[in-house]
């Protein structure tokens, strides 16, 4: 497949980690972001594949992950309504609420459908006009222009039984939440080519400016990471702290104006909890009062009072933010693996911890 | 979550005001909404992410980036060639 099998150039890959082994003197820690590019970057065994003086630390770049358990119960709770068909990515059925998931909802019998695409939950609300379609709209900027155009889509069909339950995240907050901690040991980022590929990474000169680090753009295929890494190291090594973009196939600076229209269109700035790591000033998206009337919180008000307190024993806020790996925690492996996630990162499969268990054999 | 997949736009109509494409994942087809990139011609190969194409991929950035590769391996080839004394 062109733009995927050349970065997965094996020997490409190992020329650019020799290159990073003969250049790089210093010791550094680097995140990358993304929850997509820690995947990859355990299971191609690239982290392990590096100098011993360089480690890398996994962020918070999981929609998954960072959904807050007390939002998991309301589409739960939503789900049950049988007035209600309920439609989400795949990959949030699994997660576990405070007392079951999505698919034990389903599996007594309430309607919770997966969608490959938002606009595939607009055409079910446009079949059944009977019911309320609730959509669970998450992600981060990379997902939130498709989210924002399902809603343009059932204004402009007028649907009035479609509905979304919104948890959007944003990157660059999180990255200053990151960075303002005193105990934060990161040096330089690898920013998620995805979310610039629509954002661009205009946003990140200022963080790269204010907090002394270099952000390299980085896409996902494992010469892409290598070459991410490697251009990251060597800012440091030079004592610079540029935005370099190293995922350019895909990625320029202003991003796509289009998709960032719909989302200011449809979304606003809000605050917003990240699960595991608690409030992070504006670093969320909310509808515009405009659109407020398909807020599925407002349609439903009972699940607005749903609150939740979180596993007491689960270090995953601390993995999130890159102060622990997922094996220095006492139940990784043990109480919590992903048949029974205790937090948030074992969660989903880009989950740090779900990485570790699967493909590093520590459990 | 963030994964996006390249694939090449074969078809393009419009669904609903919507412009919509086929678009080939090494021989999978699928259905996708191109309203973010209205200048897409078929042809042209997008990142995919939930049914929806976020740019068109830059092949020149692309070679440019693979050429850079290729020439880090040349050099590197010369190094190995220098540091061995009996091919000097």
Known sequence: MKYVDEYRDESAVRRVLDDIRL????????????????HNLVRFGIDEMLPKEIELVHGPGCPVCVTPLELIDKAIALAARPDVIFTSYGDMLRVPGSREDLFAVKARGGQVRIVYS???????????????????????????????MAVVQARQLGLKNFA?????????????????????????????????????????????????????????????????IRQCLLQLEAGKHQVVNAYARSVRREGNRAAQDIIRRVFEPCDRAWRGIGLI?????????????????????????????????????????????????????????????????????EGACAAYFKYRALG | MCLGIPGKIVEKFEIEGRQMGKVDFGGVIKETCLDFVPEAKVGDYCIIHVGFALNILDEQE??????????????????ELAEIPDLQ
């Open chain 1, 23 to 38: 250049s790089i003197k210093g010791s550094w820690t680097i995140m990358e972001i993304c929850g997509g590019q820690t």
């Open chain 1, 281 to 349: 000033p504006m670093s969320g998206y909310r509808l515009r009062d405009e659109f407020g009337d398909m807020d599925a919180e407002g349609r439903f008000p009972e699940v607005q009072a749903i609150a939740v307190q979180e596993n007491p024993v689960c270090i995953s806020g601390l993995v999130l933010q890159g102060l622990k790996k997922p094996h220095e925690c006492p139940a990784f492996g043990k109480e919590c693996t992903p048949q029974h996630p205790l937090g948030a990162t074992m969660v989903s499969s």
């Open chain 1, 118 to 148: 938002p606009l595939d939950a607009v055409k079910l609300a446009k079949e059944n006009p009977n019911k309320t379609v609730v959509f669970f709209a998450i992600g981060f900027e990379t997902t939130a222009p498709a989210n924002a």
């Open chain 2, 62 to 79: 692309a070679m440019e980036t693979l050429d850079l590769f290729r020439q880090m391996d040349e050099l590197a080839q010369e190094v």
């Open chain 1, 164 to 228: 979304v339950l919104v948890s959007h995240v944003t990157v660059p907050p999180a990255i200053t939440a990151i960075l303002s901690s005193p105990a934060s040991r990161v040096r330089g980022f690898l920013a998620a080519g995805h979310v610039c590929t629509v954002m661009g990474y205009w946003e990140y000169e200022p963080l790269a400016e204010q907090f002394g680090v270099p952000i390299v753009v980085t896409g996902f295929e494992p010469l892409d990471l290598a070459e991410g």
